[in-house]
């Protein structure tokens, strides 16, 4: 955006203009005659300007005069609409304006009363086009609602829910109906209560155009086995804090769906079982392994002997210490298209950060977060040999002062450099390397704020499924209607904590993994990609 | 290149206030509201000059300008990247808001996708986060609407949509 709409020199410049020289033109020949023919900009260029502002901006325009009002309402392909039940009046006249939207956004928030069936019925019946849609918090709508939005809006690509309160019948009409469905992604669907009756939830006529799935904080994931397994053109699997123990979903996966590429894991039960069985995709590009304690060096050595593909590794290893040294020597030595490698809570030495840095030449961006073991000598040592690197970001690691200088004299590619609650750099390490390295964006702070946001993790890709950000409404629904939603949401939550915490000790995990836990990490609302 | 005899190297464009202005025909192609010229059987590239009465001198050279210089600067290195931003935002520098818009409808006449594009986009950066009063005296636009008409909008507005601030 910064296309300098203010600044000086203008006058200097214009002299250096090479046609004002060459051309001799009356320049104010039409600019006062055609007010008129100047103010009113040709249709298809008003959208063009339109297309490229927000749409608070777009709603702004709207009001200028009817012609910009019509223009506005016809050339808005992505409308982002408060869903709660009062809108419902508003859909006709709304979506006669806005008849070209294909990508629909309805959102509520908890303390509000959701749009109903009636009101997504209404919008599909008006906006069969409709290609992407999400879903948040419309916990009024209910199988139904889904099943007739399926049926008229079949060129459905790309589905997000969160916190809805349907089930598996409206996920499987979606399933049946959109053929064409490329993106499905489900956070907190409450609607599936009793996993023994729910039918089981199947790819349907998506089988063969489903790319993606995205599956976030569900306590019956494995309602969703089947689809996964019937996706048989996915590339992208994520799987987020789901109660089950997925090593058997990921067992049985390499027989059925056999090309994917992406695999994010967070805050999951998985062992090396699960982890050899990723190994079988040999095409694997990018990995997360994020909160996994069950995952250890064992299950790295498999992925990296057979994935040598890998471009981006992000590992939190949340100090349990599963994986370290020999898994990473594995991925130096195999995979040496790595670009990005994110590290957090994991205790490389110099041993592996060395073999890292002088095997894949084409690292770009590094980031070590929360490692006890990597100090001033571990950066100097891949500041020598990382020649590709650009980005680097270290938080709450012991260096000091001293490794700044490593920073500062080495890495000739480098372009950025964060370096975040490391208690042994001060602000004049800091200064000290600006000065150094002019072209150099170097984001320090030194460790103060000790508290605050202690769970650094690595970006989940779930980036749409992050930006669940209600906006103050000015319109609140009555408040007694608003205290049971908040009651009743979080139950909601603290059972499926409670859930999750028996589970995982139930199965024995680390005691010290345990403790972790209450700790606000579980919420992990990623920051991203550790600064990568 | 097709092997088609090409009897002279420049298109004639006589823009509404100034001497014929020749481009090369990869610039001019690049327009398409004289490629429609050139493709007619009647064009003949020696003698014909394309009259064009909606567009001046200055807006002509000004959109050729853009053209020649990232016609020229295709090769996508960084510092290509570097040096074309900042002809970019020196080209928006040296337009004040009203030639911009005359720009822009030239752009729009001669059809240029790519000077259009930047256009419109520059227009956007200017009116963006910019109150309803503003933009309408940035395009010299009279109010059509009712008090009432406006205020319905703006109540629509101020629920409905997720997402926006007040003015």
């Not at chain 1, 009002?69 to 992505?78: A, L, M, T």
């Not at chain 1, 990508?103 to 069936?117: E, F, G, H, P, Y």
Request: aromatic share 6%.
């Amino acid at each position: 955006m910064g296309q300098a709409t203010s600044t000086a020199a203008v006058a200097s410049r214009a002299k250096s203009n090479r046609f004002s020289n060459c051309i001799k033109f009356r320049s104010t020949a039409a600019s006062g005659a055609n007010r008129d023919y100047i103010s009113n900009l040709p249709d298809e260029c008003l959208a063009l300007v339109f297309q490229s502002l927000s749409s608070a901006d777009r709603n702004r325009c709207s009001l200028v005069c009817r012609r910009w009002y019509q223009i506005e309402g016809q050339s808005r392909y992505r409308l982002s609409l408060i869903a709660q039940s009062d809108l419902l009046p508003f859909i006709p006249s709304l979506f006669s304006r806005f008849d070209s939207v294909t990508k629909l956004a309805l959102k509520c928030d908890r303390r509000s009363l959701s749009i109903c069936d009636d009101a997504l019925v209404l919008i599909s019946a008006r906006c069969p086009n409709i290609t992407r849609l999400k879903l948040r918090a419309c916990r009024e709508l209910t199988d139904s609602g889904i099943q007739a939005f399926a049926k008229n809006c079949k060129s459905l690509k790309k589905l997000s829910c969160g916190s809805c309160t349907f089930g598996s019948k409206g996920m499987n009409a979606v399933l049946d109906n959109c053929a064409n469905l490329e993106e499905l992604s489900i956070k907190r669907l409450r609607g599936i209560i009793d996993v023994e009756t729910a039918a089981p939830i199947g790819p349907g006529a998506a089988a063969s155009s489903l790319k993606t799935i995205c599956i976030k904080d569900l306590y019956n994931g494995q309602c969703f086995s089947s689809l996964i397994l019937g996706a048989k053109n996915l590339r992208t699997l994520k799987l987020f804090g789901c109660s089950d123990n997925v090593d058997k979903l990921l067992q049985l996966m390499p027989n059925q769906v056999t090309s994917i590429v992406e695999v994010h894991l967070e805050m999951l039960l998985i062992s090396d079982v699960g982890m050899q069985s990723i190994a079988n995709y040999s095409n694997l590009e990018i990995l997360h392994l994020l909160k996994t304690p069950g995952c250890t060096d064992f299950g790295l050595v498999a992925i990296a002997e057979r994935c040598r593909l890998l471009r981006k590794l992000h590992i939190d290893g949340w100090k349990v210490d599963g994986i370290g040294d020999e898994g990473l020597i594995a991925v130096a030595k195999c995979c040496p298209n790595l670009q990005e490698l994110v590290l957090i809570g994991v205790n490389p030495t110099k041993l592996s950060l060395e073999m890292l840095a002088s095997n894949c030449l084409n690292l770009e961006r590094l980031a070590l977060c929360e490692s006890a073991s990597v100090g001033d000598p571990e950066i100097c040592c891949i500041a020598v040999k990382c020649v590709a690197l650009k980005k680097l970001c270290i938080k709450r690691c012991p260096v000091s002062d001293h490794g700044m200088e490593a920073l500062a004299n080495r890495f000739p590619n480098l372009v950025k450099v964060k370096v975040k609650k490391c208690k042994g750099v001060t602000s004049e390490g800091g200064d000290w390397l600006r000065l150094t390295r002019g072209s150099l964006a170097v984001n320090l702070d030194t460790g103060q704020s000790e508290n605050e946001n202690p769970g650094v993790s690595a970006s989940n890709g779930g980036a749409q499924a992050n930006g669940i950000e209600f906006p103050p409404m000015p319109n609140q629904i009555a408040a007694a209607g608003a205290s049971t939603t908040i009651a009743s949401s979080s139950t909601g939550r603290s059972v499926s904590f409670k859930s999750r915490l028996r589970l995982l000790s139930g199965r024995r995990l680390v005691a010290h993994t345990l403790r972790r836990w209450p700790a606000n990490s579980i919420q992990c609302k990623s920051n991203q990609a550790g600064g990568v | 290149m097709a092997k088609t005899p090409e009897p002279k190297r420049t298109i004639s464009l006589k823009p509404c206030d100034g001497d014929v202005i020749e481009v090369s025909p990869m610039i001019a192609k690049q327009m398409q509201t004289i490629q429609s010229f050139i493709e007619d059987d009647s064009f003949i590239a020696t003698t014909t000059i394309i009259p064009l009465p909606n567009v001046t001198a200055f807006q002509l050279s000004k959109i050729i300008d853009y053209l020649n210089y990232h016609s020229n600067s295709k090769a996508v290195a960084d510092n290509v990247k570097e040096s074309t931003k900042k002809f970019d935002e020196e080209f928006l520098k040296e337009l004040e808001h009203d030639k911009l818009k005359e720009l822009l409808h030239a752009a729009n006449y001669l059809n240029v996708k790519e000077v259009l594009d930047f256009l419109c986009q520059a227009v956007a950066d200017l009116i963006q986060d910019k109150s309803v009063k503003f933009v309408r005296k940035f395009f010299g636009v009279v109010n059509d609407y009712s008090v009432e008409e406006e205020e319905d909008i703006r109540r629509t507005h101020a629920w409905a949509f997720e997402g926006v601030e007040e003015d």
